[in-house]
T-cell receptor
Framework: ELKVEQNPLFLSMQEGKNYTIYCNYSTTSDRLYWYRQDPGKSLESLFVLLSNGAVKQEGRLMASLDTKARLSTLHITAAVHDLSATYFCAVNTDKLIFGTGTRLQVFP | GAGVSQSPSNKVTEKGKDVELRCDPISGHTALYWYRQRLGQGLEFLIYFQGNSAPDKSGLPSDRFSAERTGESVSTLTIQRTQQEDSAVYLC?????????????FGPGTRLTVL
């Protein structure tokens, strides 16, 4: 059974700081997604990573995928308050299996 | 273009009642998924429709849960004899084509509260 684990589960960080969220999964897959969810809202797609070594960047967020290590990272650079949300990774085999989510709070 | 829509946005029901939740996927998307998200939790896969193939029902938690899809359009998730543990947000997503790595687009969800 595919398991997807994220850490940390909760992250409180100061504006301007950098941090990385980790997503580990338990079985072979070369397709990984990152989503953002604001409180009371649905999921917004951030990144689709389709191959080993894939790196994508959008603004202050950068995602990477290492299929050999079964690891994806979401790096936050110089955090701002608007990035406060819950971030989910999801691994696709024949269905999407979601991680537990990382709740990010950015404070001044 | 229009995204995935769901109705109702909120539903409050009494324990033991049946509820129907509706999902309208993005036009042309052949794949449709239902997920459940309990408060503060991640997403739990429920069921997956792909075109005219038999649905993958492996995530349905009990026989009180069922879902139907009319062709490649609207889907209805039905929960019979609701229990308080069914309280959650039910999210629908759709994706284009038969290739499983296609990105999923999510609807706004239906928040179900069972009293």
């Amino acid at each position: 059974e595919l398991k997807v684990e994220q850490n940390p589960l909760f992250l409180s960080m100061q504006e301007g700081k950098n941090y990385t969220i980790y997503c580990n999964y338990s079985t072979t897959s070369d397709r990984l997604y990152w989503y953002r969810q604001d409180p009371g809202k649905s999921l917004e797609s951030l990144f689709v990573l389709l191959s080993n070594g894939a790196v994508k960047q959008e603004g202050r967020l950068m995602a990477s995928l290492d299929t050999k290590a079964r690891l994806s990272t979401l790096h936050i650079t110089a955090a701002v308050h608007d990035l406060s949300a819950t971030y989910f990774c999801a691994v696709n085999t024949d269905k999407l299996i979601f991680g537990t989510g990382t709740r990010l709070q950015v404070f001044p | 273009g229009a995204g995935v829509s769901q109705s109702p946005s909120n539903k409050v029901t009494e324990k033991g009642k049946d509820v129907e939740l509706r999902c309208d996927p993005i036009s042309g998307h052949t794949a449709l998924y239902w997920y459940r998200q309990r408060l503060g939790q991640g997403l739990e896969f429920l069921i997956y429709f792909q075109g005219n193939s038999a649905p993958d029902k492996s995530g349905l938690p009990s026989d009180r849960f069922s879902a139907e899809r009319t062709g490649e359009s609207v889907s209805t998730l039905t929960i019979q004899r609701t229990q308080q543990e069914d309280s959650a947000v039910y999210l629908c997503a759709s994706s284009p084509g038969a290739v499983s790595y296609n990105e999923q687009f999510f609807g706004p969800g239906t928040r179900l509260t069972v009293l």
